[in-house]
């Protein structure tokens, strides 16, 4: 299971988008193959959360 925040935090949506920014990195990171480290066709949970971690800092 991936989350966007702890249980003791919000996790926060735009105005008008369909996914949270969160989730919206991680179908980024699935559908373009971007969150697979080793550049293969597998991608991990780990890999995923850290694409999309890296992504929110941006």
């Known amino acids: ?3 966007s925040s ?3 935090q919000t996790s926060f949506q735009q105005d008008g988008a369909m996914l949270s920014l969160c989730t919206q990195y991680l179908v980024e990171g699935l559908e373009t193959g971007a969150a697979a480290c080793d550049g293969k066709a597998v991608i991990y949970a780990r890999e995923l959360h850290e694409y999309a971690k890296r ?4």
């Open 55 to 58: 992504k929110d800092n941006i």
């Open 1 to 3: 299971m991936l989350t």
């Open 6 to 8: 702890t249980a003791t």
